[in-house]
């Protein structure tokens, strides 16, 4: 399996502020996932990083609120922009193919006041 | 759409008590099922997997098996530890031909705690 890191572990950040959370891979990968979980709730994918093409948001998420670059086969950002409160959550990419077991990173654990 | 459900939590239990997580999902194409668990203030790790009707996946002493007749993947072990006190979520994956190809869908996740 991929070992994958993610900076920073864990912010404090204030609102009207962003954020960028990288994501390392040790091993080129085709497709990487940024997933969201909330305080107590369930993973949320937010969006597909695919190398070399714009990345594909799911529904409720857009590219203004979550940009997304993929400059290469082992490393992506997530930029949670604008943040509020409700921005609070716990951010993981994941590594996987399309018919391939995936895998994730620690997590970034982001506070907004 | 494809979705996954599991049984409420959270599950409390004695150790060396039998520990079974309901896990059922939507029956839309040939899903690759998960089970993943996260361990307090870490991240998400693969605990088992099955890709096709009767696998059974197994992990830690964990087990599961895919139940394509009645769409279940519950997460069984025979004899609990406290170290085993985390979240776990179940997960399918989506097949070909849909638009959640390739895309993980979680259950609402149940949470473990065993005393001693």
Redesign the interface.
Known sequence: ?AVISQKPSRDICQRGTSLTIQCQVDSQVT?M?WYRQQPG?????IA?ANQGSEATYESGFVIDKFPISRPNLTFSTLTVSNMSPEDSSIY?C?V????E???????TRLLVL | GNSVTQMEGPVTLSEEAFLTINCTYTATGYPSLFWYVQYPGEGLQLLLKATKADDKGSNKGFEATYRKETTSFHLEKGSVQVSDSAVYFCARLGGAGGTSYGKLTFGQGTILTVHP
């Open positions: 399996s497709m996932f709730q369930s993973l949320t994918l597909t993981l994941s996987g193919g399309q018919k077991t995936q895998y994730f990173g620690p997590g």
